[in-house]
């Protein structure tokens, strides 16, 4: 159940990602509503931060002595 959690909210952050530097949601690209987002910078900035939070967590699978089991 740890895994799975930490898989969606590394999409989710993957996606805020995407948000933050394209203003393009991946989400509401596959299951539809607005693709487009217009946010403010500071918005942008956060989204950005946040998707570089989980493209770090993406190492959280590799080791060996993580939390998640």
């Known amino acids: 159940m740890s ?9 989710g952050a993957l996606n805020w990602l995407l948000v933050g ?3 393009w949601d991946l989400v509401s690209a596959i299951f539809g509503g607005e693709v487009h987002r217009d946010s403010s910078a500071f918005s942008r900035i956060i989204y950005t931060l946040v998707g570089l939070a989980g493209l770090y967590s993406i190492s959280f699978f590799f080791q060996d002595d993580a939390v998640v089991k």
């Open 21 to 23: 530097i394209f203003e």
């Open 3 to 11: 895994r799975l959690a930490l898989t969606l909210i590394i999409i």
